[in-house]
């Protein structure tokens, strides 16, 4: 065990740029969790290859939290919120058979911000942190996030030798609306152990993701963009009597697979690839004219960022544009308002904003070549 917690902390050495505190807390309790399966399975205990198996266990929890490291802590948050949804959307629905795809959409939300809240109680029980431990650097968070994917998709006995993924079984929980008790009892049967009711029930989800990860409300800021970016989307397709856009947008927030989302809107494989293909188009149009900004922001490509370039990619797109498009860079820079740029330039309005939107293009290949 000791090898593999130095494998453990290598490998975030080389992989992370995290503080050597936080990279050898995070190995050591990767190293904890693995050590206690293996220590607990009398199927491991019995194969005679307990090293074997700690050290796949141990570089496949590793390389979870790697996958959630490298996404960031927005993309993490959207894939790990994908994958929970996926699993669950078959057993969350509004209790009205009518009720629109946004009601479902608010039902998983509120759910899955309820899951989330208590896997970070599960993570402070079963690695032993203190009561009040919060995520607060982006390895912790990937290490927070991989663990809630692996506490989701836990398999629970049932009787007759059944079993089930424990998000699901929170899910029907939810949907059936049962009593706290219900969720108590099958959380003991998840952890294999007991504990007092009462101190459970005491620690039920109350409060959003955000309100218990850190300690600010305004310290995710990131999310806070996120669904700004969702609600602007929606509302710009609505505006715009794209309802049924609107509609495979959510549908897709929900990382659905293609057949599923044909069965629900009730389009043919043609009718679908023709919507998709006018909301590709919408969906340019919103990020690169009307709501570039708060998009580039979200992806952290603004124009404090240069655009999210490189050095050499800034040079290269500076050398790509032409001299209008070069000066109304410098002028959205320093702040100036689209009105007195135009005047500057000596265009008008719409010309300025097709060379802005020319201009976003360029950068935008230039990045993702």
């Not at 490298?70 to 209790?95: C, Q």
């Not at 650097?137 to 663990?147: C, D, I, P, R, V």
């Amino acid at each position: 065990m000791e090898v593999l917690l130095e494998k453990l902390y290598q490998e975030l050495t080389q992989a992370t740029r995290a503080s050597d505190k936080n990279r050898r807390a995070i190995a050591k309790r990767l190293n904890n969790e693995v050590q206690r399966i293996c220590t607990q399975s009398q199927r491991i205990q019995d194969s005679g290859e307990v090293e074997t198996w700690a050290h796949n266990l141990g570089m496949h929890r590793l390389n979870q939290c790697l996958k959630y490291y490298r996404f960031g802590s927005i993309k993490g948050r959207v894939e790990l919120h994908s994958t929970l949804s996926a699993i669950v959307y078959r057993y969350i629905s509004p209790p009205h058979a009518q009720a629109s795809y946004q009601a479902r959409l608010n039902l998983i939300e509120d759910f899955l911000q309820n899951f989330y809240l208590e896997s970070l109680n599960a993570f402070r029980r079963e690695n032993e942190t203190p009561a009040d431990y919060q995520p607060r650097t982006l390895l912790e968070l990937a290490e927070y996030m991989a663990f809630t994917e692996r506490y989701g998709k836990r398999r629970i006995p049932l009787p007759g030798r059944r079993g089930q993924q424990l998000i699901i079984l929170r899910a029907q929980t939810f949907a059936k609306q049962q009593p706290p008790e219900a969720t108590v009892d099958m959380e003991k049967a998840a952890e294999g152990g007991s504990h007092d009711p009462d101190e459970a029930r005491e620690s039920l989800p109350t409060k959003r993701l955000r309100e218990e990860l850190v300690s600010q409300q305004d310290s995710l800021p990131e999310e806070v963009l996120r669904n700004r970016v969702i609600e602007a989307l929606l509302s710009y397709l609505k505006e715009r009597k794209q309802e049924d856009c609107a509609d495979y947008f959510t549908l897709r927030l929900l990382d659905l697979p293609t057949a599923e989302i044909e069965a629900i809107l009730k389009l043919t494989p043609r009718q679908r690839d023709y919507l998709q293909q006018r909301f590709k188009y919408h969906l340019v149009r919103f990020s690169l004219s009307h709501h570039w900004d708060i998009v580039h922001e979200w992806l952290e490509a603004d124009l404090e960022r240069n655009l999210g370039l490189a050095p050499q990619q800034w040079d290269d797109l500076n050398q790509a544009i032409n001299d209008t498009q070069i000066k109304l860079l410098q002028f959205k820079q320093e702040g100036l308002e689209d009105t007195e740029i135009a005047k500057k330039l000596g265009i008008t309005s719409t010309q300025l904003q097709k060379q802005w939107t020319k201009l976003l293009e360029q950068a935008w290949e230039i990045r993702n070549f």
